[in-house]
Structures are given as structure tokens and as C-alpha cells.
């Protein structure tokens, strides 16, 4: 059985920080990829970041270079996605997912948590 759960968002200021967390057992272990997508209301769900299996891979999304890191522990086996500079723009749910592959579209991740909300104010 897999559970991915994530943890960590929240309602912030335009500018401000938040650090979400997904804790991954059962099938997900250290060996997958994993990685971060997000959701706004009307639109199509799109990949933020993504971390290989040891970290030394990411990729992230373009409008969120420069502002957002992603790291694992591995001795945990959880992900975490560092949000900082926080946009209006940012506000979605934030999943995150699992895979064999390293790449941001969301089709080639059969593991998925149920989401946290990021809500950004201007």
C-alpha cells in the first residue's frame, strides 16, 4: 500500500515562505523519483520540481526557478518543497508524486498524495 502525505501549506502574504513536506511509505521508497505539482482552480495540473533518487537530478518548472528548492531525506523518506518569494500567482494545491522517470509532466507519476493548499495573497 502506498501513502504519500503531504504537509505544510497554508494561507501567506505575497513575498512570504512556506515549506511543505510529503511523507512517503509502502511501495515509494528511495529509489523513485519524486517530485511536486500544483493545481490552480480552471487549469491543468502542472509540475513544479523534481528530485532523483539521491538528489543529485532536479528540474524545475520556470516560474518557480530561482524562488522554490526541493530536497529529500532519505533516511526519512520524505520530500520537501522550500517555497520562498511567494507570488499571488503560487496559489494552487500542491501534490506530490512518485515515479520511475525524471520529468515534469505529471502523466509519468503513478503515485500521488492527496494535496495541501497554498493560498497567496496580494
Known amino acids: 500500500q502506498v501513502q504519500m502525505v503531504e504537509s505544510g501549506g497554508g494561507a501567506v502574504q505575497a513575498g512570504g515562505s512556506l515549506r511543505l513536506s510529503c511523507a512517503a511509505s509502502?511501495?515509494?521508497?528511495?529509489?523513485?523519483?519524486m517530485g511536486w505539482f500544483r493545481q490552480a482552480p480552471g487549469k491543468e495540473r502542472e509540475g513544479v520540481a523534481v528530485?532523483?533518487?539521491?538528489?543529485?537530478?532536479?528540474l524545475f518548472g520556470d516560474s518557480v526557478k530561482g524562488r522554490f528548492t526541493i530536497s529529500r531525506d532519505t533516511d526519512k523518506n520524505t520530500l520537501y518543497l522550500q517555497m520562498n518569494s511567494l507570488k499571488p500567482e503560487d496559489t494552487a494545491i500542491y501534490y506530490c508524486?512518485?515515479?520511475?522517470?525524471?520529468?515534469?509532466?505529471?502523466?509519468?507519476?503513478?503515485?500521488w498524495g492527496q494535496g495541501t493548499q497554498v493560498t497567496v495573497s496580494s
Open positions: 508524486a512518485a515515479g520511475r522517470t525524471l520529468t515534469l509532466s505529471p502523466s509519468s507519476y503513478p503515485y
Open positions: 528530485i532523483s533518487p539521491r538528489g543529485a537530478s532536479s
Open positions: 509502502g511501495v515509494v521508497d528511495i529509489l523513485y523519483y
